[in-house]
């Protein structure tokens, strides 16, 4: 889509929000993202998340009951899902379920699939598969560090040589599968500002797509009372590096997300009318919603059974809405990004900033080569 065109889709979507909030509850939104926890079993052991110090839920939702879920028509405008765990490829029926949800989302909808690479092999089976299936598909894989860096920071040895052996793989398949999106995914914190150099430089490298996100301590990441102490101390040491992680950032070339990160790392984070419970919302693996990553906490009830457009008129849902509306805000890349083309004009500031950098960037381009 070009410029034009996305300006006229942001300033569409602004005008439906708007009717939204004129009407009130007689015009409901309609979901259009999602992120969905297919499993919380984890097979890594992040020294800055605690996920996979948790016992896994035993109830995660069934392949019926996921054809349930997807086959009522209410996901049916959904144009990009985020695949997610845990990590998801320790689920056994992956491939299946991700194929029902491709029969009941908006046609050619971006499928985007995250992996920590331990598996790489089963990844590369599911990823094929999709393919084969016409699947819009992205897959993204975590790396925080190279070689030992990489293996501390995951706390599994041998796992950056498992990583470097899936996107060698997957670079074999971009060139068999033109549609196929390939991007390393960088989480910055304190632990890793360190590596971020190397990280990026080795992405470039290979050519693919580098997504550097904010470690942030959202409860989804299970941050429980038992790690509270340590993780006290860690984010002080992310208060005292703040600089440091702010020169990294700086060093990326003009994007949406490098304005979104460096203004909350300047304590400035963007105010902006969140989207989550209107426009998406996180589907946990046994069939709970939670508004987001940072309120993973909150149950806003359980989808694996029941009338889903009555739900979403619920009481719970609407309690869901009143706490994202309170909400500080975030630099999660994905809940900003579609939040965006919810409501645009709180990132008109941004938007310019980035363009108003890459006409700079070209025109110093230029008069070198004159």
Not at 21 to 35: A, M, N, R, S
Not at 82 to 99: F, T, Y
Not at 197 to 224: C, H, I, N, R, S
Request: aromatic share 10%; net charge positive; charged share 25%.
């Amino acid at each position: 889509m070009n410029k034009l065109g996305r300006t006229i889709k942001y300033i569409f979507n602004a005008g439906k929000t708007l009717l939204g909030k004129i009407l009130g509850g007689l015009v409901q939104p309609q979901i259009e993202y999602l992120f969905w926890e297919v499993t919380d079993l984890c097979n890594s052991r992040c020294i800055q998340c605690n996920i996979w110090q948790n016992k896994p839920s035993g109830d995660i939702l069934t392949l019926a009951e996921v054809e349930n879920i997807f086959s009522s028509g209410f996901f049916r405008h959904v144009k990009e899902v985020i695949i997610s765990g845990g990590e998801p490829i320790l689920l056994p029926d992956l491939e299946a379920k991700l194929l029902v949800m491709q029969k009941y989302i908006r046609p050619n909808a971006l499928v985007s699939f995250s992996t920590n690479g331990l598996l790489p092999d089963k990844v590369l089976k599911v990823v094929e598969a999709c393919l084969r299936n016409k699947m819009n598909l992205a897959v993204g894989v975590s790396l925080d560090g190279i070689g030992e860096h990489h293996d501390r920071i995951r706390g599994v040895k041998g796992n950056f040589e498992k990583v470097e052996y899936l996107l060698g793989k997957l670079f074999e398949l971009r060139r068999a599968y033109k549609g196929l999106k390939v991007l390393v995914g960088y989480t910055l914190s304190s632990n890793t500002v360190d590596y971020m150099p190397e990280v990026k430089k080795y992405v470039e490298g290979l050519g693919m797509d580098f997504a550097p996100q904010m470690y942030e301590e959202f409860t989804f990441y299970k941050l429980t009372d038992k790690v509270k102490n340590s993780y006290d101390e860690f984010s002080i040491d992310m208060v005292k590096k703040r600089d440091k992680m702010r020169q990294q950032v700086e060093t990326l070339g003009p994007c949406f997300q490098k304005e979104i990160l460096l203004r909350f790392l300047q304590d400035k984070p963007l105010r902006y009318n969140c989207a989550s419970m209107r426009k998406f919302f996180v589907l946990r693996a046994n069939g709970d919603v939670s508004p987001c990553l940072r309120f993973a906490h909150i149950r806003l009830g359980n989808i694996r059974s029941g009338n889903l457009k009555e739900w979403w008129r619920s009481q719970e849902v609407r309690k869901g809405r009143a706490i994202v509306d309170k909400c500080p805000g975030c630099s999660n890349t994905w809940g900003t990004l579609w939040s965006m083309e919810h409501w645009f004009p709180p990132f008109i500031n941004v938007a310019a900033t980035v363009m108003l950098t890459k006409a700079a960037a070209g025109a110093k381009a230029l008069f070198r080569r004159t």
